[in-house]
């Protein structure tokens, strides 16, 4: 409020100055503007006291309740916050906290790159569809398949989950194959990187739970979850699936 006054008997000193029949001329006018943009900046930055509140603020009990709850250990021995971990992949790294962080182009992507990025951020999160279709640049799916988006396994672009029950589909499951090795050539391929895996001989190296239009699906994930007990070194004991 004492900073308004001021402004407001500022601002009348600065009228004052540029009335037809004052006889103050730029003097008074480069104190009166003076004084002017010195409130305005001083009006305008932040307490420290209140900045140093936020920053040492402690989580209220219900919070520290929860935290200590989900980590499984009590919040002393919780590491503390580094700052830095905002951005862990430097100049790439956004500031985006929500839901919508890992949707955002790299913050040092040049304006002539985001064009390319958008594009490439289209096909991921539009469907293809079986051919001949009206569009030619999406068709082409099929015959067997997990999903039919990039997106539908990586939700906002983000990792993929199993499913919380039987009932639920598998959209984000990713069922890998792999049989062992029965000759020496596959152990040779295997020992010198040039296949990762011997795949099955029906199912390939990925089983697809989808397919088009009469190709039947390979299969039907289902998963069930068993609750089990484990007690670690430390003696801490937690329940897992």
Known sequence: MNT???????????TASFHPLSTLRMAP???ALSVLCALSVSACQPSDSVTDTKQIQAPSAERTQTIEALAGVPMQ????FD?????QGGDTGVTVTSAESYSKPSSNLTASRKGDFFIGNAFFSQPWVMAPASTDSRDGLGGLFNVAACQSCH???GRGHAPMNTEDDADSLLIRLAMPATTDEQRQQLQSSL???VAHPVYGGQLQDRGIQGVPAEARIAVQWTDKPVTFADGYAGHFC
């Open 77 to 80: 021995r919780l590491a503390t």
């Open 29 to 31: 006018f480069k104190l």
């Open 195 to 197: 296949i990762e895996k």
């Open 155 to 157: 939700v906002k672009d």
């Open 83 to 87: 700052p830095q971990e905002i951005k």
């Open 4 to 14: 308004m006054k001021a402004m407001n008997a500022t601002k009348a000193i600065l």
